[in-house]
């Protein structure tokens, strides 16, 4: 099982700040197949990103995700008021599927 | 627009199993992706539970294969969740999901769940 390691827990940041999170896996993720999602309270998670790098229908180009192997990182570019929230990677490359535990990003 | 909504028993006794329905609306289920099945625990992450194809063919998560079983019922475009011998442990928020294969693009919205007597 690929365990998924995501840093930093908590970002404290500023609206137009650049948000950088980043998530590391315990073993090659095969083909770049990891996501990112994002989930605000009592809500579902909501896709942002697959394939590492491919934004999701929908989702602004302030969302970009890169990385490729075992590190991988989501970049807000300039936050805006509804993008604080948890941010959770997830890897599909590999069975069984697994998640990140998060990373919270509040408003400082 | 592909929707897809949880139902079933809110509350479970302990050693029960645990029932939950999603209905697919917007689209069939009856086409090429994995219909899921992902819970997280109150205040806690994700984890996924299994899928099953269109077809039937069912991929679980290896910590819980031997309570769980996925069916889909194409001719109600729904598929089902039992998790059998439940505990307090398996309190959680339980999600349906579509995946499309791996990564999950339309979720429900989620049902809370809580094993208790």
């Known amino acids: 099982e690929i365990v998924l390691t995501q840093s930093p827990g908590t970002l404290s940041l500023s609206p137009g700040d650049r948000a950088t999170l980043s998530c590391r896996a315990s073993q090659s993720v095969s083909n770049s197949f990891l996501a990112w999602y994002q989930q605000k309270p009592g809500q579902a998670p909501r896709l942002l990103i697959y394939g590492a790098s491919i934004r999701a229908t929908g989702i602004p180009d302030r969302f970009s995700g890169s990385g490729s192997g075992t590190d991988f990182t989501l970049t807000i570019s300039r936050l805006e008021p509804e993008d604080f929230a948890v941010y959770y990677c997830?890897?599909?490359?590999?069975?069984?599927?697994?998640f990140g535990q998060g990373t919270k990003v509040e408003i400082k | 627009q592909v929707q897809l909504q949880e139902s079933g028993p809110g509350l479970v006794k302990p050693s029960q199993t645990l029932f939950l329905t999603c209905t697919v609306s917007?689209?069939?289920?009856?086409?090429?992706?994995?219909w899921s099945w992902i819970r997280q625990h109150p205040g806690k992450g994700l984890e996924w539970i299994g899928y099953?194809?269109?077809?039937?063919?069912?991929y679980y998560n290896p910590s819980l294969k031997s309570r769980v079983t996925i069916s889909v019922d194409t001719s109600e475009n729904q598929f089902s969740l039992e998790l059998n011998s439940v505990t307090a442990a398996d309190t959680a928020v339980y999600y349906c999901?579509?995946?499309?294969?791996?990564?999950?693009?339309?979720w429900g919205q989620g049902t809370l769940v809580t094993v208790s007597s």
């Open positions: 099953i194809y269109y077809s039937g063919a069912t």
């Open positions: 917007g689209g069939s289920i009856n086409i090429v992706y994995y």
């Open positions: 999901a579509r995946a499309s294969p791996g990564y999950f693009d339309y």
């Open positions: 997830q890897q599909y490359g590999s069975s069984p599927r697994t």
